[in-house]
């Protein structure tokens, strides 16, 4: 065909984006309140090693991988596979009788699992982040000023998420948000507007930070969030910190790929793996930092679990003064910060059909986001109608889901990319690439040992204490 691939218009462009894939629901709803749950700053010590040693080098792996093939996840992995002496093997299709097809080890259902596993995600992250786009609403219209407590708020909440229609409307008007963007194509769409949100996002957290932090009582939700107390840490923790490092990235399913497959060979991988890693754990260290000297101010739990930013928040900033517009901002910092991860989700689908279905850039938005929307409603449901229908595992709709893709999913595809880099395709071509645009590439022994043996074994033993039942 004679599409060229479109290509980031500058390196910002792609850091902006690829922070804005990073940046999402994971580190100002979930991050603060794992931390809560897992004791506070001994968690955030083991997270950041986590995101430094199996992180850092996971995502130079997708990103160079993107680049190396310009393709999407599916493509990506076939243009690099080898012909095997494995058991495990298909045979490629060659038109031409004279050049027998050659055992090829099925790489690209690594792919395969990547792009499915968008699909899973975005059903459920979408009906999240529509109820993000619904407190914004409920908070310029005050309606926090009603939650005298946090029980208050939190009924508040389960009413509001439990009737059918609306829950259902928000989660719609989110996908057509992330459509409206993606659509657009890379240049036009996805940079455009990761370069005004981006800076958004970081601009209102900062205010958030400042609120925080000059509340009468802050200094207890600093020390609980920076103080360690090593004696609350057991297996556990290190494994949700674990666990939480592959999310907050994006990575695991492809998506950091597509995006690195959109750079062009001179711009400088690690340099913009780094700038990306490093933004996505300020980010949560400063939504953390917000988050509970606020709560802290206002005498409440840090350890409300899920509920923390839809229950206890609502009734902090009810308390706080200047609340009403701090609540305001947070759930637009919210809505941003979903609404930039979802793109990149969304993306990463169209890249496949549009790559290897050959379908047209509107045709493959349009088409995915209808059927995302589809799936995302038992979803939404799941917290009505449908929250004791029980799909497997003992769990509803959403949670069998989440579930299976944020334990399952994520962990196989972030141990495959390491595996097929470290040791099929090679550390050895792979830092060919990068040199392309960093000529030196000083850490390349260091990236080389990581990502064959520490990511590997790291995510395996994680991957199975999940799989022979230690809880998260
Ligand atoms: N990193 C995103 C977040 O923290 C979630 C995400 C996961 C986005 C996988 C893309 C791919 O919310």
């Known amino acids: ?97 004279e050049h027998p097809s050659k055992p090829y080890f099925p790489w690209f259902l690594a792919g395969g699992l990547g792009v499915l596993s968008g699909f899973i995600i975005l059903s459920f992250y979408s009906v999240v982040a529509g109820w993000t786009l619904a407190y914004i609403i409920e ?60 800076p958004a996002l970081f601009g209102i957290l900062i205010l958030l930070l400042i609120r925080g932090l000059t509340l009468p009582g802050a200094h207890e939700g600093i020390a609980f969030f920076l103080k360690p107390d090593f004696s609350l840490v057991t297996w556990k923790t290190v494994l949700a910190a674990l666990g939480q490092a592959f999310f907050t990235l994006s990575l695991g399913m492809g998506a950091i790929m597509t995006y690195g497959s959109y750079l062009s060979k001179q711009e400088n991988i690690p340099h913009a793996t780094f700038m990306v890693v490093l933004f996505d754990t300020l980010v949560a260290l400063i ?22 930013v839809f229950h206890t928040l609502p009734a902090v900033f009810n308390q706080m003064p200047g609340g009403y517009i701090f609540g305001i901002l947070f759930f637009v910092l919210l809505f941003i910060a979903a609404l930039t991860s979802s793109v990149s989700i969304l993306e990463t689908i169209v890249a496949y059909f549009v790559d290897e279905k050959n379908w047209t850039r509107g045709k493959a938005v349009l088409t995915v986001g209808a059927v ?40 196989l595809g972030g141990l495959l990319i390491a595996l097929f880099v470290g040791w099929s395709w090679g550390v050895k071509p792979a830092i060919e690439e990068i040199r392309q645009g960093n000529p030196t590439f000083p850490t390349a022994n260091i990236w080389s040992f990581m990502i064959r043996f520490i990511c590997p074994l790291a995510v395996a033993i994680i991957l199975f204490a999940k799989f022979i039942g230690i809880e998260f």
């Open 1 to 97: 065909m004679g599409n060229k691939r479109e290509h980031w218009g500058t390196q910002i462009g792609f850091i902006l984006a690829t922070a804005g894939s990073a940046v999402g629901l994971g580190n100002i709803w979930k991050f603060p309140y794992i931390t809560g749950k897992n004791g506070g700053a001994a968690f955030v010590f083991i997270y950041i090693a986590c995101i430094i040693l199996i992180g850092l080098p996971i995502m130079l792996a997708e990103i160079v991988l993107g680049r190396r093939t310009q393709k999407n996840p599916v493509g990506a992995y076939r243009a690099l596979e080898k012909p095997t002496h494995s058991f495990i093997h298909y045979h490629r299709h060659y038109a031409n009788k």
């Open 139 to 198: 908070a310029a219209a005050g309606t926090f000023t009603k939650f005298e407590s946090v029980e208050a708020a939190g009924n508040y909440f389960g009413q509001f998420a439990s009737t059918p229609l609306m829950p259902i409307i928000y989660h719609a008007l989110f996908m057509f948000a992330s459509i409206g963007i993606v659509i657009k194509g890379i240049q036009n769409g996805i940079e455009r507007w990761n370069k005004i949100l981006m």
């Open 287 to 308: 939504a953390g930092l917000a988050i509970f000297t606020s709560v802290f101010a206002m005498k409440l739990s840090p350890s409300a679990g899920p509920g923390l």
């Open 372 to 411: 995302i929307f589809i799936t995302g409603i038992p979803a939404s449901l799941s917290f009505g109608p449908l929250a004791e229908f029980k799909i497997a595992m003992g769990k509803n709709y959403f949670d069998f889901l989440d579930h299976l893709v944020s334990n399952y999913f994520l962990p």
